[in-house]
């Protein structure tokens, strides 16, 4: 009933910018927590920043400062600017999205926690 798409990917010369952006599409009642991982070839998934419905953010030393993440949340769509890249940033960047649904199937709200698929990212030297 949720899905979660990324988008804004590309190729970028390093020092350059991108943005990527995440959406939730559905019956979504509210996002709760917002989270940006990447993966690199042969390394594992790795979380390198959250925001909460309230704003609150948080983000690892490899992209603080460079990195700022935002929220739309009339929208439901989550942006993630990327400033002065370099080429260990790249890799592919997924989105994991919480938060509440309606289900005209059940009563109440239903709880989500959703994948995207990903969006590459590739910084030139």
């Known amino acids: 009933q949720v899905q979660v798409v990324e988008s804004g990917g590309g190729l970028v010369q390093a020092g350059g910018s991108l943005e990527l952006s995440c959406k939730a599409s559905g019956s979504i009642f509210r996002l709760n927590l917002v989270r940006w991982y990447r993966q690199a070839t042969g390394k594992s998934r790795v979380m390198i920043v959250s925001i909460t419905d309230g704003g609150t953010t948080n983000y690892v030393d490899a992209v603080k400062g460079r990195f700022t993440i935002s929220s739309d949340n009339a929208k439901n769509t989550v942006y993630l600017q990327m400033s002065n890249l370099k080429p260990e940033d790249t890799a592919t960047y997924y989105c994991?999205?919480?938060?509440?649904?309606?289900?005209?199937?059940?009563?109440?709200?239903?709880?989500?926690?959703?994948w995207g698929r990903g969006t590459q990212v590739t910084v030139s030297s």
């Open positions: 994991f999205a919480e938060g509440y649904y309606t289900d005209s199937n059940n009563p109440g709200l239903q709880s989500f926690g959703s």
